[in-house]
Structure formats: C-alpha cells, structure tokens
C-alpha cells in the first residue's frame, strides 16, 4: 500500500521563482526596519528573521523548507556578523540529534509496515467493513491509543501514517480523506498531554514541577489530571474536521484504486507477521522505556536495523532509506534552528521580566484568572514562531512559575494549562513534527485546512483548559 500523505498530489505553485525573490526581499526588508525601529540591536534584528520565517510559514504558497533555510540563514547571519552566539550555525549542517534520528528510523519502520502490507491486514481488521464516519471514527479511536504505546509526536505520526493512508480507501468523497488525513495528526499532538511519555514537554513539565515547587507528579497523577482534558479535545479534533471538510462531497466509491495498494489476500503473511511481531517488541520497549531505561531513539534505531536484515527484515536497507522524506528532515533541522533562536532571545527575556513585573503590581483572585488566561493563550499561540513543542516549554514553564507566583496563582496550575497550551500547535504545518509529516513535506493544502479547524479548535482549548484548571485541578490539587 502506497503511503499517501495528505498534500502528496499538490504540485508547487506557478512562479516559485518569482515567490522566492519576494519571500527573500521580505526577509531583508522586514529584517532591516524592524533592526533600525528596535534601536539597532542584533537581538531585534534576530527576532525580526524569526517572525518574519513563522510568518511566511503561515502565509505563502512557498516550499516551507525554501522558508526554513533562508529563516535559518538569516538568523545565522546575523548571529556570525553581530557574533552574539556563533554557536547558531551549527544546526544549519549538523542533522544528527535524537530527535532528527528518531524521526529518520520511525521512517524506516513505517516503511516496513507499509511494505510487508501489515499496514492493509490491521487496516482491514479494525475498520471492517465500516465506511464513512464509523470507520473514521475507529481510526481515530486507535489513533488515541497509541498515545500510551509510542513516545514522541513524531515516532507515532511516522508508525501511524500507513495505517491512516490505507483508511483513505474506505472513504467515500474527497472532503472525507481531507478530514481523515487532518484528524489524526490533530489527535496525535492534542492527544499527547494524556501521557507524561507522549511528548518531551509533558517529562519536561515534570522535572520543572518537581525542581522549583518539590512536586513530584507521578505517571498515575499526571494521565489523571491531564487526560481528561486530553480526551475531550482529541474528541474535538476527531468531530470538527469531519463536519468542516467533508463538504466537498465528491464520491469516490467508483474511482479506480490505487494500482500499487496490495490488496488482503495479495499480502505476503510470513513478511506481514515479521513486521508485526518487530513493531511489536518496538513499542513495548518504547513503552517500558521507564523501567529498562533504553533512550526511545536507541530503541527506534533497533527496530529500523532489524526490519532491514536478511531473511528477519523485509526489506533492504536502500529501500527503507528511499522511504524516508529527506526535505521534511531538512525542514525539521530549520525550524527547530529558528525556534532556538526565539527561546535564547535577549528580547523575549526582557519582555517576561518586564510581564512578571507588572503581573506582581497587581493583586487579586480575578487577577490570578487572567493571567493564566493569557498565560495559556500565549502557549498556545507559541508554536508560531517556535516550531518544537519542547522548546516551547522550556521557553514557557520557568516563566510561568514566575509570573504565576507574582499573581499569587499556584504555579502547578500554570505548568499544567501552560503545557497543555503548548501542546496546541496546529495554525500553521510548521508547528507540528507530526503534521509534517502527515503533509509531506508539502504544506499547501494542509494550510488552509489547518487554519479552518484550528480557529475552531483555539477557543474551546482555551476555555476546556480553564474549566479544567477551576473544576479538576484546583481541587485535586489542593491549590489555586
């Protein structure tokens, strides 16, 4: 079965040419005014490249990884000529950290699902004979399961996406995959606070908790004050997609199939059982990570090495290498370059000691409501300029202990709707590993999709959150 993310047939547009002379002007142009408005400073300037880069990322119809590289040139540039931390080239030639590398051997893996066809039997065998919105709801379903089974955003989008890509064919319109291909991303990142193991912020939040406030959240403490929250509003990403997208109704029960797809009783079983028994002992090992303390991308590298032996593998190793997107890991290495450059920001220190300065002016219960009102919305806004969802939480939690603390507003309340908010990163396909994935590398379509679900989505977060901060974890932990 051809693995097929969502914006896969979406051709760049007419003038790409003529889109990277604009985008590159607008980088030097935005970057200089802003550079003389802020005084001259390279902090500023720095700034100015990064915003511009989570702009253009939103906005235009460009190769996001054309953005990525000219975002992450200029803040190299500016870091080498101001010599303010020259250590900042570094990410634009060195792609070897454990994130790039789990990504890289997840690949690998999907590959071997998706080419032993273990991805079409499970397919089969959990939507059935379901089409329409049962179906898509099963997916979505399984798709929340693995929340508990597979560490990191971007290991479950990598292993997930062949199973999602073969649910496409039990959809009946084309507004019907739009909404498959979108919800389960969209339940993967929203999904992720439900776990401290679903996501590196989630044991970041811990560490923090535990260091600042000698609060240890336990597995069993954290999945009970974070996974409701989680539930509902993977709920949400599962409903909302499907009542906004499937207008388009073109029926697609008589289209003709994809030629490469192997159907079931084409499958090679042996091959199949291989895959599965090897994805398997992957997930368990991911999912005991706690007790045998193997490091996930060790245990992903593993899997990927086994899948590609001789006679135990199914497939060679060239063949799982083709399978891995090498401009999305490209893409992964810009934008988390240009989210280290916003979280090492002079300016953005300045600004959140100056905010926990007029916070602690001001007094008051009302007070304390507010500002983790906006604590939680500027999380959620975040992945707009800083890409990596732990990044933005080792940019956001130290803050909002402090800023919490001058409010007078317990600071396990802020860490807790803080990370969550910095879970949502889902305006722009640059925010998410796994949307990234899902898309391809090819943001187009997925843009305005996301824009469309996410200013729904953005509201009822921001209110769940609340609601849950007042009604769940104010109670049940003793503070406010």
């Known amino acids: 079965m051809a693995t097929m993310p969502l914006a896969s047939s979406v051709q760049a547009p007419p003038g790409q040419g003529d889109g990277s002379v604009f985008i590159t002007a607008a980088f030097l142009g935005g970057a200089i005014v802003a550079w003389a408005v802020q005084g001259g400073t390279p902090a500023h300037l720095e700034l100015g490249v990064c915003l511009l880069t989570s702009l253009a990322w939103m906005l235009l119809p460009i190769d996001a990884t054309l953005v990525g590289l000219l975002g992450a040139l200029g803040v190299a540039t500016v870091a080498t000529l101001t010599s303010t931390?020259?250590?900042?080239?570094?990410p634009l030639i060195h792609l070897g950290d454990d994130t790039t590398v789990l990504i890289i051997a997840a690949f690998v893996i999907a590959k071997a699902v998706e080419t032993?066809?273990?991805a079409r039997l499970l397919t089969d065998r959990i939507i059935g004979r379901q089409e329409g919105f049962i179906g898509y709801l099963r997916i979505g379903a399984g798709v929340f399961g693995s929340t508990f089974l597979i560490p990191s955003t971007a290991a479950r989008a990598s292993v997930v996406l062949p199973f999602v890509s073969g649910g496409r064919q039990r959809m009946r319109s084309t507004g019907e995959q739009r909404a498959?291909?979108?919800?389960?991303?969209?339940?993967?990142?929203?999904?992720?606070?439900?776990?401290?193991?679903?996501a590196a912020a989630n044991l970041l939040a811990i560490q923090i908790l535990a260091a600042q406030t000698q609060l240890e959240l336990s597995f069993a403490m954290w999945i009970a004050v974070a996974a409701p929250l989680a539930l509902v509003m993977s709920a949400l990403a599962i409903v909302v997609p499907w009542f906004l997208l499937r207008s388009d109704r073109t029926d697609l029960r008589d289209a003709p199939s994809d030629a490469t797809a192997p159907e079931a009783a084409d499958v090679d079983?042996?091959?199949?059982?291989?895959?599965g028994l090897l994805v398997v002992a992957v997930v368990v090992l991911w999912a005991t990570a706690s007790w045998h303390g193997i490091e996930p991308m060790l245990v992903a590298v593993l899997g990927a090495v086994l899948v590609t032996l001789p006679r135990l593998g199914v497939l060679s190793l060239s063949q799982a290498l083709k399978g891995v997107d090498w401009s999305l890991i490209l893409l992964l290495a810009t934008a988390a370059?240009?989210?280290?450059?916003?979280?090492?920001?002079?300016?953005?220190?300045?600004?959140?000691?100056?905010?926990?300065?007029?916070v602690g002016a001001v007094q008051g219960h009302f007070v304390g409501f507010a500002v983790l009102a906006a604590m939680t919305l500027i999380a959620m806004l975040a992945h707009?300029?800083?890409s990596s969802r732990s990044a933005r939480a080792a940019l956001l939690l130290p803050s909002c202990i402090v800023v919490a603390t001058a409010a007078g507003l317990d600071p396990v309340i802020a860490v807790l709707a803080v990370t969550a908010g910095a879970g949502f990163c889902i305006l722009t396909p640059v925010g998410s590993k796994a949307l990234l994935i899902f898309a391809g590398g090819n943001t187009a379509l997925l843009r305005h999709d996301l824009?469309?679900?996410?200013?729904?989505?953005?509201?009822?977060?921001?209110?769940?959150?609340?609601l849950c901060a007042l009604a769940l974890w104010a109670p049940m932990l003793g503070g406010w």
């Open 116 to 118: 032993s066809g273990l």
């Open 451 to 466: 824009v469309r679900v996410g200013l729904v989505l953005l509201p009822l977060q921001l209110c769940l959150t609340l």
């Open 269 to 275: 079983r042996a091959a199949a059982w291989r895959a």
């Open 337 to 358: 370059h240009i989210g280290a450059a916003v979280r090492d920001n002079a300016v953005v220190a300045e600004g959140v000691a100056r905010a926990a300065a007029m």
């Open 180 to 198: 498959l291909m979108l919800m389960a991303p969209l339940v993967i990142v929203l999904g992720a606070f439900a776990s401290p193991v679903a």
């Open 85 to 90: 931390d020259s250590s900042l080239v570094a």
């Open 384 to 386: 707009l300029a800083v």
